[in-house]
């Protein structure tokens, strides 16, 4: 007999299609009465574009005046004694006209509100065209380094190629049509900045916005200075409003005022004090010559102060550019203390790079490579720096002896570090210690200034010239 009947315990695929119908037009009680969910309130315009300010964004109206007045004066006295001259003169003021409007701005609107300020400080200082020149080609670098649709490998080639072909043909004269000050402008804002840009998209874990991109190559002061300080990408990007900005902007005040100083201090020796090597006669010129000449470079620690000073007045808590200089006990010291970003540059690009694939060979061959391959780049780069700023290569005998003569002092330096225990550290108390410090800082500062003495210098013969006439007196 064939069994008919459903067990209990099954079910008729048809009654449970219906059974699925009724449940979800009859869905149970605890389902029917949903509490009503209140609709949040709609927000202003200016309150979503402000979503996201971080706490240290607050807003302190007389602190901001005292900033904005701060700022005013440093402009007048700029004025009055005309440091660095028209350019700088504009950047302060655009400055000013500035600072309010991103003050008022949303949080969103503060980086494009900052690189708007630095296009309209460029047109002001090179006029439209190279405005309109400069920013087209950035664009399209930019882009090119952006684009997925080629791997990371073909985009630095295809940037590298066309940096050196630009650079063959601005030699012969080509491209003539382009403004004169075309080129200094995008070289001090492509030449070192794209290679970290490109260096950040390999590395980086999410893909960069264009509002951090065009931040990061429309910086305000770099019109003034085109002999500018290598900002580091990240760097500028994690130190956007990561302090207190009443504290952020009196650091820049700060470092401003210091700047300031440092760029009259340098019109005092070169107008006063600096002679000539041709007037070196005697010891006391020549150690007069040497120091002045050392001192020089008052005028690059100073632009370099002012700079990152103008970004603290926008939010970017940055490092400190240089850190007492004068006062390095050894050459590491020195390397350490002086032109801390492009230090910085060379260990993120070069040194530990070179270092971590060396990392299988003894430790002091891998710091020996390291090490020369940094003062190898260091060489190179500076002359690439100075076909762009100034027209011509930096290539010189001088130039090169004084590379590597500073770079084998770091080398052996960097191995005596490396043999040193790791807790042991330069002694500074009792007499004897202090004496020894003291004297390794005398030593530094004569060591550095006979060697900047020759890398001013023409030619190998004119400073053994000048050596020989300032030992013999005559």
Known sequence: MVETSIHPRQSDPSNATA?????????????????????????????????GRPKHARKDFWAFVSVWIYLGLLAAVAHIYRVEGRAFEIVLWTTLAALPVYELVPFRLKKPTLSLAAIIGMACIYGRDTAICVLGFTSAMVALA????LTWQ???GTLAAIAV????????????????????????????RLMLYMYELKHAKTKETLTDAASYFLILPNWCFLHFPVVDYRTLQRGFFSKDIVETRRRGLHMMFVGTT????????????????????????????????YLLYLRVSGQFHIACGVLHLFGHHMPDTHNKYLMAHSFTDYWRRINI??????????????????????????????????FVATWALHAWQSFWLRGHWGFSVTDAMFWGILGGMVLVNVQLDARRKPTAKVATTGLIAQARY??????????ITLLWSLWSSPSVVDWFSMMRRGLSGW
């Open 341 to 374: 970003y492009w230090k910085d540059f060379m260990v993120k690009t070069v040194f530990n790079p070179v270092f971590f694939r060396l990392r299988k060979r003894p430790q002091n061959v891998a710091l020996a490579g390291a090490t020369v391959a940094v």
């Open 146 to 149: 952006r684009t997925s649709r």
């Open 262 to 293: 440092h760029l009259l201090a340098y019109r005092l020796v070169y107008h006063e004090l600096l002679i000539r090597p041709q007037d070196v006669k005697g010891l006391a010129t020549l150690g007069a010559y040497l120091a002045c000449n």
């Open 19 to 51: 059974n699925r119908s009724r449940t979800s037009h009859n869905p149970p009680l605890h389902q029917t009465y949903q509490p009503v969910s209140e609709a949040e309130p709609s927000l202003k315009w200016y309150e979503r574009m402000d979503q």
């Open 165 to 192: 072909s630009l650079a063959i043909i601005k030699s012969y004269g080509g491209l003539g049509a382009l403004p004169p000050t075309f080129w200094p402008v995008a070289g001090t804002m492509l030449m070192f």
């Open 154 to 156: 073909v985009r630095a």
């Open 438 to 447: 003291v004297a390794s800082i005398c030593g530094m500062i004569l060591s």
